[in-house]
Each structure stands twice: as C-alpha cells, then as structure tokens.
C-alpha cells in the first residue's frame, strides 16, 4: 500500500533567487472607430509591486518562479527551503 503522504513533497524546493519589481504604470493606445473617423484612447494601469522567488523543486528539477506577499519575501533567503503552493 502507497500513501500519497509519504516521501517528499512534489511541490518543495530550494529559493534559488529573489527578484523585485517596483510598482510602476504601463501604457497602451487602444484603436477606436467613431464613425468614420479612426482615433485612439490611451490607457494607462498601475502595477503594484512583485516580490517573486524562483524555487528549482526538489522531487523533479523544474525551477517555478511564484509571488509572494513583501514580509515573506523580505524574511526568507536564498538557499531556503520552500513549498510551492
């Protein structure tokens, strides 16, 4: 009999990088027809900040890369054992 809660789990790695990305805006010009006279809008969102952590998975060798909330990110390190959800 296997139980499927045995051995290691498929989703835990190692922290083998960190990355932050800065909140920051992004614009894009959508095409418009009114009529017959093409135009534009422009469109501009905000991007918040990205705390993101790569993990190279124990069981298979995959590397995911997953965001995390800032205080994980700020207390876990590079080396670090980490569950993938």
């Known amino acids: 009999m296997m139980f499927s809660g ?31 006279v093409p135009s534009s809008i422009p469109l501009t969102y ?3 900040d990205m705390y993101l952590l790569t993990v190279k998975l ?10 995390v909330p800032a205080d994980e990110f700020v207390r876990l390190k590079v080396g670090d054992s980490y569950r993938v959800p």
Do not use: M
């Open 6 to 36: 045995c051995g290691p789990s498929p989703h835990r790695g190692t922290i083998i990088a960190k990355r932050h990305e800065p909140a920051h805006t992004q614009s894009v010009v959508i095409p418009v027809i009114d009529g017959l």
């Open 46 to 48: 905000a991007i918040p």
């Open 58 to 67: 124990r069981r298979t060798g995959e590397e995911q890369t997953v965001t």
